[in-house]
């Protein structure tokens, strides 16, 4: 999906139906900083608002994930273009997540036989924290690895107003997190929750 374009279309329909930012989050109960965001591109709304925001703006939901009206003879095409698309994203989602397991996996595979080999043989001390120094790099570098592949893939969905976004490194990082949770702070409504990882933005 192209967010841009998608964030165009939205300001251009609300505008064409008189509607600020702040009378049509009015109408969809989220704020307007949300409406500012789809329309910059930095965003997508959520699916229980497609239909609401859909309807206020007299669009279809075909037309809403194009990005433009969309003509009787082009409407199922364009629909098939869309379905494929979010399943395309869906996938490429799902394989940064295998791919960031199996890095990990890997990581550890390497680095397990370089800690085992320092504390077990005998061998000169600058030798052993060379043999540490360079497993502890391969787990470092692992981690970051697997840490890029999964926050990129896909978005997390904040549990009070069900926006999705993708956090920065930083938050990613240092937030407690379970398999499929991760405490972040929404940009949106600015709940401090867990929030689940979903496979589109």
């Keep these: 999906m192209d967010q841009i374009k998608i964030g165009k279309f939205i300001a251009d329909e609300r505008k064409r139906k008189g509607y600020t930012q702040k009378q049509l989050s009015e109408k969809l109960?989220?704020?307007d900083k949300t409406i500012s965001k789809w329309e910059r591109g930095n965003g997508f709304?959520?699916?229980?608002?497609?239909?609401?925001?859909?309807?206020?703006?007299?669009?279809?939901?075909?037309?809403l994930l194009s990005g433009e009206r969309v003509s009787e003879e082009d409407y199922r095409k364009?629909?098939?273009e869309n379905m494929v698309n979010l399943v395309r994203e869906a996938e490429e989602s799902k394989k940064k997540i295998i791919l960031s397991a199996i890095v990990a996996g890997l990581t550890i595979i390497a680095a397990l036989p370089l800690f085992m080999i320092s504390g077990m043989l005998e061998m000169e001390n600058w030798l052993r924290v060379t043999i540490i120094i360079i497993g502890g790099v391969v787990v470092f570098g692992g981690i970051a690895v697997a840490c890029v592949l999964d926050?990129?893939?896909?978005?997390?969905?904040?549990?009070?107003?069900?926006n999705r976004f993708v956090p920065d490194m930083k938050a990613y990082v240092m937030g407690p997190h379970t398999i499929t949770k991760r405490?972040?702070?929404?940009?949106?409504?600015?709940?401090?929750k867990y929030c689940k990882k979903v496979l589109t933005k």
């Design 183 to 192: 405490k972040l702070v929404c940009p949106h409504c600015g709940a401090h």
């Design 78 to 80: 364009k629909a098939e």
């Design 45 to 63: 709304p959520e699916v229980s608002l497609l239909f609401p925001l859909c309807n206020e703006l007299e669009i279809t939901v075909n037309e």
């Design 29 to 31: 109960e989220i704020s």
């Design 151 to 162: 926050r990129d893939a896909g978005a997390f969905e904040c549990p009070e107003c069900n």
